[in-house]
């Protein structure tokens, strides 16, 4: 080992919500540990989308972390879906309340990371010329941590401000007045629209393909209501795990056919008036699998996209055609229907009058001009695996990974890939991460890595691999995950598909996140891990 190369028994990578409560659980068991976090602060998600709008779709109190009593009676949530500044705010009290920044180091990108087999450790080489080694690595790259950004004739002529919504300045950018041109109506897109419609002078949104949306109906959390809520975490958290989705709305059980038409449509007044998922996870199951109750359930949502948006052509633009409700992520809004019935926001469908070019003064269709002062882009990331392939990882042999998923990930449960030793993942692709509760899955991975190590440091085992039967077990019931889902036929990031990454543009990684459900998924994963770490090769 080069006397400029710094060791450490376990490497975690990344300072978002994983990587902080993966650290804090490894500190507390006086493991020889640090982090590594490439931005100059930690918050992962929370530090980086610093753009109008950002803020939890989950509700605040199951979205904050279990493991600490004191921390739950301490917090108080101030909104039942809260902003991006009061998130970050959160993680750097849980941070600093358990002394781990100590244990982080700021301004340390990993740029590769290559396994080295005699020694049986992994080196990890930085965009500042540090390196390290270390025995075991845990990724907590996230998910959404990659942005992408369209291929456009002219982009870097543009004289105006530019920008992918993930790289939003920290200061204030000016909107007042302003010609604002926005790209992409997914989440963020839709966030951001509800967000500064009233706060610029003319906003054009350039949209490719509509997405469902339905409202976030955010409120204030009192201090008495949060008096409440601390009573009943043990409860909120025990129906956080007894769910599929990780959120306390259960689905319904009644079944879709034996409900009266009417009573489904008066079921779905009150959930559309309900916060948060309520329209999705606390609906009936069979509108995930059954084309005919798909369908009922998105003429319901496009008549109440009709009821909001006063311009009869807008809103059927704003409808989706190509895809069910349900059948991608789904966004939550804030106005964002109404957006569209101010005069200064004009929606462009670029689907039908495709954009041609950027010009040093706005957008340019096939069809008309816009002059701009700033360009959006919220054209999403690329997503699950992006982050990894960013990250060049080189395994047994010096096998980079990119090339072992370039057809779709293969993992053990998401959280360790076969040829790639000493290797952990936490919300990493084929886990149940990606598809319920962010907080409530990534508990679930740490505490099932945290185990793993223990018992390797414990024991001296120096190489732990996941096993290639087991690694093709769970590929398959991934797969099963999806067959009876409608969402497999979507085009959206639960099947790979995003038309800003080449290799991606008709779905590549067809099977990224496990859709069976995060109870089951922690059902199966802790029964492997008691089981003597079944799918483990593990070795002295």
């Known amino acids: 080992m080069s006397k400029n190369d710094r060791y450490h028994d376990v490497i975690v990578i990344g300072a978002g919500v994983g990587g902080i409560y993966q650290i804090k659980r490894l500190t507390d068991l006086g493991v020889d540990v640090i982090l590594l976090e490439g931005e100059e602060d930690l918050g992962g998600t929370w530090y980086r989308n610093r753009y109008p709008g950002c803020r939890f779709d989950s509700e605040s109190y199951t979205y904050g972390y279990s493991f600490s ?18 998130n970050l705010k959160y993680l750097n009290f849980v941070v600093d309340k358990f002394s781990l920044r100590r244990h982080m180091r700021f301004n340390a990108y990993v740029e590769s990371m290559t396994w080295q087999e005699q020694d049986r450790v992994w080196l990890l080489k930085l965009r500042n010329g540090d390196a390290y080694r270390a025995r075991f690595v845990v990724g907590s790259l996230g998910p959404l941590s990659a942005p992408t950004l369209p291929e456009i004739e002219g982009m870097d002529t543009f004289e105006g401000d530019s920008f992918h919504t993930f790289w939003w300045p920290e200061e ?12 992409g109506t997914g989440a963020t897109g839709i966030q951001v ?23 976030l109906n955010n409120s204030p959390i009192s201090e008495a209501e949060m008096a409440e809520i601390r009573t009943r975490y043990d409860e909120i958290f025990a129906n956080c795990a007894a769910t ?29 008036e ?10 009936f199951a069979e509108i995930y699998t059954d084309e005919a109750a798909n369908r009922e359930i998105s003429d319901y949502i496009a008549g109440r996209i009709r009821r909001r948006v006063h311009d009869p052509e807008t809103a059927e633009k704003l409808i989706p055609k190509d895809h069910g409700f349900g059948m991608q992520r789904l966004p939550l809004e804030t106005h964002y229907f109404e957006a569209y019935n101010r005069d200064n926001v004009h929606l462009v469908d670029i689907s039908a009058t495709p954009i041609a070019r950027i010009t040093p003064t706005g957008i340019e269709t ?29 395994g047994v042999d010096g096998a980079p990974l990119r090339d072992k998923w370039r057809d779709g990930p ?21 886990s149940a991460s990606g598809a319920s509760n962010f907080p409530r899955a990534i508990e679930v991975n740490v505490d099932g890595v945290t185990g793993v190590l223990q018992h390797a440091l414990a024991n001296g085992c120096t190489r732990l691999e996941a096993e290639l039967d087991a690694e093709r077990a769970w590929v398959k019931e991934v797969e099963r ?37 995060g109870a089951r998924f922690a059902s199966l994963f802790r029964d492997a891990m008691n089981d003597n770490y079944r799918g483990i090769d593990i070795r002295n």
Not at 69 to 86: A, M, N, V
Not at 274 to 283: H, K, P, R, V
Not at 493 to 516: D, L, T
């Open 481 to 517: 995950s999806y067959a009876k889902l409608l969402l497999r036929k979507g085009k959206g990031w639960f099947v790979g598909y995003n038309s800003n990454v080449k290799g991606h543009e008709s779905g590549r990684n067809r099977f990224p996140a496990y859709q069976g459900g």
């Open 69 to 86: 009593k004191q921390l739950l009676d301490e917090w108080h949530w101030k909104e039942r879906f809260s902003s991006q500044p009061e």
């Open 172 to 183: 204030p950018v000016p909107l007042e007045g302003k010609r604002v041109g926005i790209i």
């Open 410 to 430: 293969l993992t053990y449960f998401g959280f360790m890939t076969h040829g790639y030793p000493n290797l952990f993942m936490i919300a990493g692709p084929q």
């Open 244 to 272: 599929p989705s990780g959120f306390e709305h259960l689905p319904d059980r009644r079944g879709f056919w034996n409900v009266p038409r009417a009573e489904r449509i008066a079921f779905w007044d009150r959930l559309y």
């Open 366 to 394: 096939s069809e008309a001009h816009y002059d701009l002062d700033l360009i959006i882009y919220a054209t999403g990331f690329d997503a699950v695996t992006g982050a990894y392939d960013r990250l060049d990882i080189r």
């Open 193 to 215: 629209i509800g967000e500064i419609a009233d706060k610029v002078g003319e906003l054009t949104v350039f949209q490719r393909r509509p997405n469902w949306s339905s409202p």
């Open 274 to 283: 309900t916060s948060g998922f309520a329209i999705l996870a606390g609906n």
